[in-house]
């Protein structure tokens, strides 16, 4: 069977270190010391530990991570295959339910997957003529099998894009970067929804719009975790409600009730409580981030019940909405329809955070 690699997850081309200066620390990306795919799976994994100023310090990260089991961060990159003379990757999903796959003309498929699912998939010994490209793009994810010499990563084609629509976007206290994304250039809009994916760094949101987020099935989440990270190493603030900021006998509760839980768990952790239970104080209102991929097909479904529909919660609609945007930017006929019932119902323009 002769195997083609088709697309693989590559960095948002609006990102620099200059044009991150000042925001975030997304910056962290660029002293990573693997690929940019590694640099992207180590930097979500420091997300959750709140360690992005280490990037790079620790060569072992991704496998000690792997090994103990948050392999929630081989997650967030993708790659795509193109098998031709066989039928046999028709069946894969059958070994591996997070595999995408789609025909690809005569006897011939397109197969994506995260990077724990070509692990999972080598490790039943399943395509293994991916190997050599899978560790052009992720070495560190696959040094259990050995020496395999690395193919070098195919060069392809600059993504097609307008980098102006996709620079880190403001939702009042919160922010969305596009990190990374894939862009299988094929002809078959089937396919490109299926093998198309973006990761999101989203920043400054509450824990209760992050719990809508998380569930939804079809997507890979790393969160910042309240288990490893304390309220004062995180520097968490509340994140107010728009109906609670403008109505100031509310929003002076809502600050005392903050105050005074602050206190509470600075308190308990006097007392010797670790960070993992001293956390059963923190209200829903406790600001979060996190990182985010899904493919296209899951991203279209998110947007449907989170963007475009008045429904949706107005702090998960907003972050919607500038996801649609940059989404929008990088796969308009993916998401066309999204982008006019978009414009239709919400005048045509981004919608103010409420
Ligand atoms: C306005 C609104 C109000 C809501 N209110 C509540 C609430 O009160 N309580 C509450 O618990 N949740 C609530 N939810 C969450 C909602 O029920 C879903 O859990 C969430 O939106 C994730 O979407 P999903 O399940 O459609 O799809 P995803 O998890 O994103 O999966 C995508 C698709 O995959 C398929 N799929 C995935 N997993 C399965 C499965 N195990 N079985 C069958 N099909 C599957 C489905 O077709 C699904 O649409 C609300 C959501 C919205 C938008």
Request: include cysteine.
């Given at each position: 069977?002769?195997?083609?690699?088709?697309?693989?997850?590559?960095?948002?081309?609006?990102?620099?270190?200059?044009s991150?200066?000042?925001?975030?620390?997304?910056?962290?990306?660029?002293?990573?010391?693997?690929?940019?795919?590694?640099?992207?799976?180590?930097?979500?994994?420091?997300?959750?530990?709140?360690?992005?100023?280490?990037?790079?310090?620790?060569?072992n990260?991704?496998?000690?991570?792997?090994?103990?089991?948050?392999?929630?961060?081989?997650?967030?990159?993708?790659?795509?295959?193109?098998?031709?003379?066989?039928?046999?990757?028709?069946?894969?999903?059958?070994?591996?339910?997070?595999?995408?796959?789609?025909?690809?003309?005569?006897?011939?498929?397109?197969?994506?997957?995260?990077t724990?699912?070509?692990?999972?998939?080598l490790?039943?010994?399943?395509?293994?003529?991916?190997?050599?490209?899978?560790?052009?793009?992720?070495?560190?994810?696959?040094?259990?099998?050995?020496?395999?010499?690395?193919?070098?990563?195919p060069?392809?084609?600059p993504?097609?894009?307008?980098?102006?629509?996709?620079?880190?976007?403001?939702?009042?206290?919160?922010?969305?970067?596009?990190?990374?994304?894939?862009?299988?250039?094929?002809?078959?809009?089937?396919?490109?929804?299926?093998?198309?994916?973006?990761?999101f760094?989203?920043?400054?949101?509450?824990?209760?719009?992050?719990?809508?987020?998380?569930?939804?099935?079809?997507?890979?989440?790393?969160?910042?975790?309240?288990?490893?990270?304390s309220?004062?190493?995180?520097?968490?603030?509340?994140?107010?409600?728009?109906?609670?900021?403008?109505?100031?006998?509310a929003?002076?509760?809502?600050?005392?009730?903050?105050?005074?839980l602050?206190?509470?768990?600075?308190?308990?952790?006097?007392?010797?409580?670790?960070?993992?239970?001293?956390?059963?104080?923190?209200?829903?209102?406790?600001?979060?981030?996190?990182?985010?991929?899904?493919?296209?097909?899951?991203?279209?479904?998110?947007?449907?019940?989170?963007?475009?529909?008045?429904?949706?919660?107005?702090?998960?609609?907003?972050?919607?909405?500038?996801?649609?945007?940059m989404?929008?930017?990088?796969?308009?006929?993916?998401?066309?329809?999204?982008?006019?019932?978009?414009?239709?119902?919400?005048?045509?323009?981004?919608?103010a955070?409420?």
């Amino acid at each position: 069977m002769s195997v083609e690699l088709v697309a693989f997850t590559r960095p948002n081309p609006a990102l620099s270190p200059e044009s991150l200066a000042g925001i975030s620390d997304i910056a962290a990306l660029w002293r990573g010391q693997g690929t940019f795919q590694e640099n992207l799976i180590e930097y979500a994994g420091r997300v959750c530990y709140r360690s992005t100023h280490r990037m790079g310090t620790a060569p072992n990260f991704i496998v000690d991570r792997v090994r103990e089991g948050h392999e929630d961060i081989i997650e967030h990159v993708v790659v795509t295959f193109r098998f031709a003379h066989t039928q046999e990757p028709a069946t894969w999903r059958r070994a591996n339910r997070h595999c995408e796959v789609t025909p690809a003309g005569e006897d011939a498929w397109l197969v994506s997957g995260n990077t724990r699912v070509w692990l999972d998939l080598l490790r039943q010994g399943i395509g293994l003529e991916t190997l050599p490209f899978l560790r052009a793009v992720a070495p560190r994810v696959y040094t259990e099998f050995g020496d395999t010499a690395p193919t070098e990563a195919p060069e392809l084609p600059p993504a097609q894009v307008e980098p102006g629509r996709l620079l880190p976007a403001p939702a009042g206290n919160a922010r969305v970067t596009l990190l990374a994304f894939t862009q299988p250039l094929v002809e078959d809009p089937q396919a490109r929804l299926h093998h198309g994916s973006a990761t999101f760094l989203v920043e400054g949101v509450s824990r209760a719009c992050t719990h809508q987020f998380v569930r939804h099935r079809l997507a890979s989440f790393s969160q910042e975790s309240q288990r490893y990270v304390s309220l004062e190493k995180g520097q968490w603030k509340a994140v107010v409600p728009p109906a609670i900021a403008a109505n100031p006998a509310a929003a002076q509760r809502m600050e005392e009730a903050w105050a005074y839980l602050q206190q509470a768990y600075a308190d308990l952790r006097a007392q010797g409580i670790r960070k993992e239970d001293a956390r059963f104080l923190l209200p829903n209102a406790a600001e979060t981030r996190l990182v985010v991929t899904m493919n296209f097909a899951a991203w279209s479904h998110f947007l449907w019940l989170r963007a475009v529909d008045r429904a949706a919660q107005w702090e998960i609609r907003a972050v919607g909405q500038r996801i649609l945007e940059m989404l929008h930017a990088i796969a308009p006929d993916v998401f066309a329809d999204h982008w006019q019932v978009y414009q239709e119902s919400f005048g045509g323009a981004v919608e103010a955070f409420p």
